[in-house]
């Protein structure tokens, strides 16, 4: 299982990726970009990452892992610093479900995790990452499928696929249901919201189907 993330700086590219038990950060070069040296690595006892989630300006970053046991609270996400690879925090999400996707608020201090509890959580991006317990976006469902959420570009709606195969919209200040879609016969995977033309979804299910929603 492979999870990553990419932040570009310039020239440069930084690529965060996952295998067993360890995260790696590597580094590409700017004209040559058949080798890659590893940087940095990222050391924690779980068994496959999920999604990784760098955070406003790239300094941390936060991982999900399909960890669910006990003490699971301690490995289900995990913020860790950039630069020192340290882990900053591994006491964010305190229920014993697994989150398969996080997504970025794209204008506040805030980023989602998608919970195979059949909710969106929803944590400030600041430490010590609080998660809102007056705010649960619910309705939609994940069942075990790797269900991505995501933000619209002004960040007022949080849309989300289901193993049904409907989305989900959400308003993101209140979490009430702006609107639910019947997308797909099969479980819809994904579903994104065009940066540019706010009327324009595109969406995707478990069997590779994609739909230009209008």
Not at 64 to 79: F, K, M, P, Q
Not at 137 to 153: L, Q
Request: glycine share 6%; hydrophobic share 35%.
């Amino acid at each position: 299982s492979l999870a990553v993330a990419v932040r570009h700086r310039e020239s440069s590219e930084l690529t965060a990726l996952s295998r067993h038990a360890n995260l790696h950060c590597g580094t590409l070069h700017p004209f040559w970009h058949e080798f890659r040296l590893v940087e940095r690595v990222y050391r924690a006892r779980i068994q496959q990452t999920l999604a990784i989630l760098f955070l406003t300006g790239g300094r941390e970053f936060v991982t999900s892992s399909d960890s669910v046991s006990r003490d699971s609270a301690e490995r289900t996400l995990i913020a860790w610093d950039f630069q020192t690879t340290a882990k900053v925090s591994n006491q964010i999400y305190h229920e014993r479900y697994t989150c398969p996707s996080l997504a970025l608020h794209p204008q506040q201090d805030s980023f989602v995790a998608q919970s195979n509890g059949n909710y969106m959580a929803l944590f400030s991006a600041q430490r010590p990452y609080r998660m809102n317990k007056r705010r649960r976006y619910e309705g939609h469902k994940v069942e075990g499928y790797a269900v991505r959420c995501g933000f619209s570009p002004d960040g007022s709606i949080l849309a989300t696929g289901s193993s049904t195969g409907s989305v989900h919209f959400y308003d993101q200040q209140s979490a009430r249901t702006l609107h639910t879609l019947l997308a797909h016969q099969q479980a819809c995977m994904c579903v994104s919201l065009h940066p540019v033309l706010p009327a324009v979804v595109a969406t995707c299910d478990w069997g590779g189907e994609l739909r230009i929603w209008q």
